[in-house]
Each structure stands twice: as structure tokens, then as C-alpha cells.
T-cell receptor, first 115, second 114 residues
């Protein structure tokens, strides 16, 4: 079974631009969660989608948005990029939402650099 | 709001020595608790989890953790460190009924000396 795929793996943007990151979950998984990892703030939850509905949202500004498609693939978008948005963005997929008995599997991440 | 504290951002042990990584959580109701490992340039891998069954949880690669409600702790241990254990370790919690939202501790980088 293929793991969680994130594209692109590396991305360089300039301030003010927008960016879209993609996450393809493990086949059959319906939950996709997104996390931001930075040296200063650590790992922070962005949002979770389950069956195309946003289930949870972290404490991030409205510039961060996401969506999930009917095939469970998810995208996150960051508009008006700031230098502080430079981070590793991780997505995780799970077959269910809210059950710790089903493991969340993480992708390798997308490294975003904002210049 | 839930929070997780990992005491010690860096821990160094000799190969073959005991590994102890500390994690404390704050919550009025015991949450679900997890330990993840991250190797350089990779995502996170689940080591073990506590879901209110046995308080001593065994995970992969010889790691285990004990849930202690009275101490609000979930420390990770391994009897004998191996060079391949060098990585960053994260403790995480999710409140019951909160979907898959994980709150992570700051992480502990484990270094293993030969």
C-alpha cells in the first residue's frame, strides 16, 4: 500500500505570493490533517478534513485555508505569504476521525521557503 | 486548552544505556496520548499510544511508556539505546472527541554516543 504523498516536496516563494500544497492520503483513508512545523513554534495543528468537511481548525489566520476532494485528496492554500510562513508542512491521513485506534500516517512534508 | 511539556529539548545517552524521555500533559480529563519519532527530512512515525487500556504501553523498536494519571505523565523509555535511535521524539495528545487534532510537545532530540 502506498504511503501518504505530498507534492511538491520543496517550494520557494516570495512574500505576498500564494501557494497551494497537495496531500494524497493512503487509499481508503477519509481523514486528512495538516500541521506546520517550524523551529520556533514546533508542530502546530492547522486543520482536519473528514469526508470533505472541515472537522477541526487550529489557531491560524484566515490566510491559511484548505479543502478536501471527493477522492480524499486534500489541498492547503496560503495566501499573501509572509516570511514567517517558511516551514515544513506535514499532512497525516487516517481511516477515521476521532478514534485513536486508527493510526495517523504522516507524509514526508513540503518544505516551503518564503523569501 | 490542552498542553504538552517535554522536559529537555536535548538528551544524550551512551549506546546501551537507558533512554528516558519525559512528557507531561495538562488536562482535566485524561486524553489520548502518543509518542512519535521523526528522523531527519522525514515525516513522523508513531511509536506507541495510550488509549485508556493498559497503563504500560509497548511500542515499536523496543520503546514503552507508562501512563501515570496522578503525575499527568507519559514518559518514554527504552532499556538499551541503539545508534539508530538518534532522532527527534514528540509527545502528543488529543482530547477525547476532538477528531484527529494532535497537540504536540516541543520535542526532544535524542543523541546516542558510541
Amino acid at each position: 500500500k502506498a504511503g501518504v504523498t505530498q507534492t511538491p516536496r520543496y517550494l520557494i516563494k516570495t512574500r505576498g505570493q500564494q501557494v497551494t500544497l497537495s496531500c494524497s492520503p493512503i487509499s481508503g483513508h477519509r481523514s486528512v490533517s495538516w500541521y506546520q512545523q517550524t523551529p520556533g513554534q514546533g508542530l502546530q495543528f492547522l486543520f482536519e478534513y473528514f469526508s470533505e468537511t472541515q472537522r477541526n481548525k487550529g489557531n491560524f489566520p484566515g490566510r491559511f485555508s484548505g479543502r478536501q476532494f471527493s477522492n480524499s485528496r486534500s489541498e492547503m492554500n496560503v495566501s499573501t505569504l509572509e516570511l514567517g510562513d517558511s516551514a515544513l508542512y506535514l499532512c497525516a491521513s487516517s481511516s477515521t476521525s476521532g478514534s485513536p485506534y486508527n493510526e495517523q500516517f504522516f507524509g514526508p512534508g513540503t518544505r516551503l521557503t518564503v523569501l | 486548552a490542552q498542553s504538552v511539556t517535554q522536559l529537555g529539548s536535548h538528551v544524550s545517552v551512551s549506546e546501551g544505556a537507558l533512554v528516558l524521555l519525559r512528557c507531561n500533559y495538562s488536562s482535566s480529563v485524561p486524553p489520548y496520548l502518543f509518542w512519535y519519532v521523526q528522523y531527519p527530512n522525514q515525516g513522523l512515525q508513531l511509536l506507541l499510544k495510550y488509549t485508556s487500556a493498559a497503563t504500560l504501553v509497548k511500542g515499536i523498536n523496543g520503546f514503552e511508556a507508562e501512563f501515570k494519571k496522578s503525575e499527568t505523565s507519559f514518559h518514554l523509555t527504552k532499556p538499551s539505546a541503539h545508534m539508530s535511535d538518534a532522532a527527534e521524539y514528540f509527545c502528543a495528545v488529543t482530547p477525547r472527541g476532538a477528531g484527529n487534532m494532535l497537540t504536540f510537545g516541543g520535542g526532544t532530540r535524542l543523541m546516542v554516543k558510541p
